[in-house]
């Protein structure tokens, strides 16, 4: 397995723990379907951790478990954000506002042959910039809270999209 590399795996492996202490509690409270989708979320980590011994190389296979891995670390979180609501949706509002001009200047201080690169490939950073994107605009769609902050969703929004075109990858739109 991989170790942690990045500030952000860092913080999202800590918010992951500190999920998980609430997953006890909150196993109880949450609904039929909750619990259903949750479970199918461990049957596909575990369905991938059994076809790491199939495959040929085991070595692709752990990285890529490693991804799935962090998938259903994804889950404390969900039930931390479920709890917390209201604090939580802030928290985020606000982190997608600062989100775009973040990753705009990753992109220009990362720019190689006039590519921006981010932290070690660009076509996850491609990805990573868009998904920014749609998540800022969808916030200012939704939101709806004050005028002032849909501004800032969406001048974050075309941040983060500004940053995904000095990319120069078109696999990332097509997602």
């Not at 800032?152 to 941040?159: E, K, M, R, T, Y």
Request: proline share 1%.
């Amino acid at each position: 397995m991989g170790t942690v590399n990045s500030a952000a795996s860092t913080i999202f492996v800590l918010l992951s723990v500190a999920g998980l202490a609430v997953l006890k509690g909150e196993w109880k409270t949450l609904h039929r379907w909750e619990k259903q989708i949750l479970w199918g979320f461990l049957a596909f980590v575990l369905y991938n951790l059994v076809s790491i011994g199939w495959a040929e190389d085991t070595r692709f296979g752990w990285r890529r478990f490693e991804k799935v891995a962090r998938f259903l670390l994804a889950v404390p979180l969900y039930l931390l954000v479920r709890r917390h609501g209201e604090s939580a949706y802030k928290a985020l509002l606000y982190g997608l506002v600062l989100a775009g001009p973040v990753m705009l200047w990753v992109a220009f201080d990362t720019m190689e042959g006039g590519r921006a690169v981010g932290a070690y490939n660009y076509i996850l950073y491609a990805d990573f910039t868009l998904m920014v994107c749609l998540s800022a605009l969808s916030a200012a769609l939704l939101a709806r809270r004050d005028w002032w902050l849909t501004g800032l969703l969406v001048i974050s929004a075309g941040l983060a999209l500004y940053a995904s075109i000095l990319t120069q990858t078109r696999g990332a739109w097509l997602v």
